[in-house]
């Protein structure tokens, strides 16, 4: 299909083709990062602004990495390192970023909508790498990545999304992406933990963990994020790991080829058990694998390197 899409906001505003191509191209590209020499000139003279508000080691490395394996320039900014500290607002810091004509700026935000306003403000694409507790998309397409290669499809299959689901960015890009694609999704956490009406995205709702993940194909586990958190959600980590924590135990209920999947950062022993998370059904670290090959999908998607396609 040709691509004409400028921006990646969010699964909601991706058609399932849109998804299936980004998934092919990441598919394709992936074969780079296995060279000895892994670059190709695709993106050469592109110039990609990695953006970032908020920590994050997994999206922006590999964000990094997938521009310079497709031979583009990137720079990094931090808000902390930038002139936002003397008081720059968002929309003239991203309008002065767009003054030295990069290709792409790749974005991470506190606040839900931050891309989406850039996008309106500035004509350099956007890629959101994260908005509050709102979207991920490039983290729900590595998933649906991963997903697919070891099970060969999406649709037909049963997802378990345990956890922290209302300040879950990943979680609402989850159920968009993969119920978009076919598959099931079934969401459990506690009732504290769970926003309302949540199931209008396609998704059944549960407190309860093992009825999530009886039959499950997928088990996606999610951290709890205290840093959004305005009051205490649960007793104790100990209550809550005894009640939504993924230990060998548990994972009996769920089908025998059940892959475990975690967006990290992990916290071992809470929603986790370092068993689990070190065992051989674990795909924990094929999602960073992917999220190189889907990033340099994306990157060379919106910054037009399907025109130079015969490159590499
Ligand atoms: N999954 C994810 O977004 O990780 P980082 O916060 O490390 O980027």
Known sequence: MMWNRKHILDMESLSVEEISAILDTADGLKEISERSIK??????????VLFFHEPSTRTRVSFDIAAKRLSADSISIAASSSSIVKGETLIDTARNLEAMKPDVIVIRHASAGAPFLLSRKVSTPIINAGDGMHAHPSQALLD????????????????????????????RDDILGFTKMGAEVRLAGPPTMMPAGIDALGASVTYDFDEAI?????VMMLRIQKERQRSFLFPTEREYSRRYGLNIERLKKA???????????????????????DSMGSAILDQVTNGVALRMALLYLVAGGMRHADDH
């Open 39 to 48: 670059k190709v000139p695709t993106l050469r003279g592109k110039t990609v």
């Open 144 to 171: 649906m990545m991963t997903v697919r290669e070891v099970k060969g499809r999406l649709a037909g299959l049963r997802l378990a999304i345990v956890g922290d689901i209302s300040h879950s960015r990943v979680a």
């Open 214 to 218: 009886d039959g499950a194909d997928v």
């Open 255 to 277: 089908k025998p080829d059940v892959m475990i999947m975690h967006p990290g950062p992990l916290n071992r022993g809470v929603e986790i058990s370092p068993d689990v998370a």
